[in-house]
């Protein structure tokens, strides 16, 4: 087994990283690293039939429009617009634009026809914005479940991040924006178009929405597999007997902190802070009004409390601080002791 984790050519750094780290620790325990299935895998989107919800067009008067709209002629070009051939095509993200947009000039329209005292065309618009409003969070539903740049950002890749990965994040930015939108909904209505198309090209502008599912799968494999084997050989034969440093136990300090703390650590810092803002929002997206329930489900596998991905790899990243601590401390070699080499520059080569 030592061999084949030698021997194997990740497709990228960060793969490079864990694997490099499993075949030291393989190495300084002398166990078995056994090669699981990826998990991440299982972590994709339902269909997005069972995604999409239907919306009943609303049935409005065109002739009453035509005549008494003349006076609101802003909201008379939106509403020819969404007549129209292409506004008939008009993309679920366009339409959250565009329904925003159709109740604020009818709003605006209203005001001018209280100037008028034109009360029966004013509460035929009323009527409608309140029906047009109860619709958004459907709306927005659809938005985001019709739209490949929402899909994208929560796909799993083949690659997880690169171990050098940036600090800047806009599309973590543009979902935490769309999570807020929706929350406000229906009570504050979606921005316009301008400021609501970068949120979704912000989405599909990188890969690093579904790196970061593949990085929190491969790591959570990567510590889940480096802490059995320093369970078992703890457990099974341990490397200090007598309690006493050994020279197997040197070599073992060396790769915690050269390997784990030097290496492995600045970037699962990386993957634990992206993490928890990616949480942090997907919880939230879950408990917006009229979420989906196959959605709903599909985000709480996701970044749920109980059995999710990112509980999985809080749990595997929590796991392996514990299973070091054991075996170091067992040979007075952890933090803290008189064995403790806390510089991997200095650490036994």
């Not at 009360?119 to 409003?133: G, T, Y």
């Not at 803002?277 to 596998?301: C, D, F, G, H």
């Amino acid at each position: 087994m030592l061999a084949a984790l030698a021997g194997c050519k990740p497709a990228n750094d960060a793969q490079a990283l864990q694997a490099d780290y499993l075949y030291r620790v393989a190495n300084a325990t002398d166990v078995e690293i056994s090669t699981a299935a990826e998990q991440g895998r299982l972590y994709r989107m339902p269909p997005r039939r069972d995604r999409v919800m239907e919306i009943p067009e609303l049935r409005i008067s065109l002739l009453d429009l035509i005549i008494d709209v003349h006076r609101c002629p802003a909201l008379q070009i939106l509403i020819s617009q969404r007549n129209s051939i292409l506004g008939k095509q008009m993309q679920p993200s366009n339409r959250l634009a565009y329904e925003g947009d159709l109740l604020r000039e009818i709003a605006a329209c209203q005001q001018r026809l209280n100037a008028v005292e034109d009360n029966d065309f004013n509460q035929q618009l009323s009527q409608v914005a309140l029906e047009k409003r109860a619709q958004l969070p459907r709306v927005y539903w659809n938005a985001l479940n019709a739209s490949p740049e929402f899909e994208q950002f929560l796909r799993f890749a083949p690659m997880p991040l690169p171990a050098d990965v940036s600090d800047s994040d806009p599309a973590q930015d543009a979902l935490a924006n769309l999570v807020s939108i929706g929350q406000q909904l229906p009570d504050h209505l979606p921005p316009a178009s301008d400021e609501l198309d970068p949120l979704f090209f912000a989405l599909l502008a990188t890969d690093q929405g579904g790196q970061l599912i593949s990085s929190l799968s491969t790591l959570t494999k990567t510590l889940n597999q480096g802490s059995e084997a320093l369970e078992i050989r703890q457990t099974q034969r341990p490397i200090c007997p007598q309690r006493r440093a050994t020279e197997q136990a040197r070599v073992l300090q060396n790769v915690f902190v050269k390997f784990y703390a030097g290496r492995l650590q600045p970037y699962l810092a990386k993957v634990d802070q992206r993490g928890k803002r990616w949480s942090e929002s997907l919880m939230q997206m879950s408990e917006i009004k009229q979420v989906p329930p196959a959605l709903k489900q599909y985000l709480l596998a996701l970044a749920g409390p109980n059995g999710s991905l990112w509980s999985q790899f809080q749990h595997a990243t929590k796991r392996h601080i514990k299973a070091w601590q054991t075996t170091l401390k067992s040979c007075g070699l952890a933090p803290g002791q008189s064995g403790w080499v806390g510089d991997a520059d200095n650490a036994a080569q």
